[in-house]
């Protein structure tokens, strides 16, 4: 399918970005599979709001450095939008609007009364120091603070942001209605009001996915490798449950470079190198490898855990995986999408595999407006449930309607939020 040709393709403002391209193509594909209504397809493919705005704070050198930040919100039809903040350089509204439609889908596979919604600012968090990047955020917090609200949008961390950024988030919304609002974001600090578990809840729900595509594809833990591309929050994590379950990780790659070892790279002992300030290419229970390449290794399950269009038309055909885990948003083309299909590549697609942050969010906001806490295990226990029951979900359709994972869970997701736009009816 051409994007130029398609007549409902948004144009200039978010049509111009690949990103949002690809997440448009997705939504054209299984429009058509559907059969969905054209009014309803139209609304769909745009976002239903978005917000620019200039973002000036003091550097610690004394001048000042205005930022572009960003907020889109592209569904508000199932309750508040809901979504991260990230922060990195690639940030754009293309980008962000993107992101924004893939939660719709996300909350929505997972049944969660949530829209989508995703923000970000165009920065390099790496060199900011943590006075500029708390400057930073709560400048962009006051800027964006008409749109945003418990009822109404709530964010969360994602790419380069965290905990203190959430918690900054919610002192500067607190401050300004006057009184403490823990529910204004989630993956927040447990002192906070933060849930237990929601740290780790992403790369979780990666490795339950993971463990029911091993059953489908007949291999045991013991007997499977992975490699995984990204360190941060959901790469980490991921490889950290992969070990704890005998996987065994042979190759690991982030921003600076990549490590292999055949053997498997024992995560603890990376955790330790990393938290001590050294690189993960320098570690020295693996050798050094190409960022690039380790994509391509023979393993049993390949997870991108970093960003966007990572598994393109020039790499697709190359893969050596057996299951292909989206820890990432959008890291495979819909080109590549077209080459994987003639695949026997079991694909756990990004808007169920990475599902189970945003599923922890919902339980840490409920509890919040309930000012009612669960334990750990009671987190754990409800995120596999739901994490399970979407996978099989999912599954099921596959199965019985002969489509590919990605465009099953599409369906899932794209005929949840068309009924329920069709139910309330357009206004006024
Ligand atoms: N940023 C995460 C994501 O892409 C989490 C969003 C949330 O918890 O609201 O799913």
Redesign the pocket.
């Known amino acids: 399918m051409d994007t130029n040709n398609h007549k409902n393709l948004p144009k200039p403002i978010y049509g111009e970005s690949p990103v949002f391209q690809m997440a448009v193509l997705q939504l054209l594909e299984v429009a058509e599979v559907i059969g969905l209504d054209q009014n309803i397809l139209e609304r769909l493919s745009k976002p239903k709001r978005a917000m620019v705005v200039s973002v000036p704070i003091r550097m610690d050198n004394g001048k000042t450095h205005t930022f572009i930040g960003y907020r889109v919100q592209h569904s508000l039809t199932s309750g508040p939008s809901?979504?991260?903040?990230?922060y990195h350089p690639s940030v754009d509204i293309g980008e962000v609007a993107a992101?924004a439609m893939?939660?719709t889908w996300?909350c929505a596979i997972m049944n969660l009364p949530?829209g989508g919604a995703?923000g970000g600012i165009a920065c390099d968090p790496d060199k900011l120091s943590m006075g500029e990047k708390e400057r930073m955020t709560r400048r962009f917090t006051e800027e964006i603070l008409p749109i945003i609200g418990p009822r109404m949008d709530?964010?969360?961390?994602?790419?380069g942001t965290d905990e203190q950024t959430m918690a900054w988030i919610m002192d500067t919304y607190s401050m300004s209605v006057g009184y403490a609002c823990p529910e204004i974001v989630?993956?927040k600090p447990i002192e906070l009001g933060g849930c237990i578990g929601?740290r780790e809840a992403?790369g979780r729900g990666v490795v339950y996915c993971i463990m029911q595509a091993l059953q489908e594809i007949g291999v045991s833990a013991g007997n499977a490798t992975a490699v995984v591309q990204g360190y941060g929050n959901v790469g980490a994590v991921t490889c950290q449950e992969l070990a704890m379950r005998g996987v065994k990780v042979i190759a690991i790659s982030d921003r600076y470079g990549a490590i292999t070892n055949p053997e498997g790279i024992d995560i603890a002992a990376l955790n330790k190198h990393m938290a001590d300030g050294k690189l993960l290419k320098e570690f020295p229970g693996g050798r050094e490898a190409d960022a690039n390449e380790i994509l391509t290794m023979p393993c049993t399950v390949l997870v991108p855990a970093a960003l966007e269009r990572q598994i393109t038309e020039n790499n697709a055909a190359q893969l050596k995986c057996r299951i292909l885990a989206e820890g990432a948003?959008g890291p495979t083309t819909p080109e590549a999408d077209k080459i994987l299909a003639d695949s026997d590549i079991f694909i756990i697609p990004d808007i169920l595999c990475?599902?189970g942050?945003?599923t922890?969010?919902?339980f840490e906001w409920v509890q919040d407006m309930a000012q009612f806490f669960w334990d750990e295990a009671q987190v754990n226990q409800k995120l596999e449930q739901l994490m399970l029951k979407a996978f099989h979900q999912v599954r099921t359709v596959a199965k019985e309607s002969k489509l590919s994972m990605r465009l099953a869970g599409m369906s899932l997701a794209v005929k949840k939020v068309a009924q329920e736009k069709k139910r309330r009816g357009l206004y006024p």
């Open positions: 809901k979504g991260g903040i990230r992101l893939w939660m996300k949530f995703k709530v964010p969360a961390p994602d790419l989630t993956g929601r992403t948003n990475n599902a942050g945003v922890v969010s919902y």
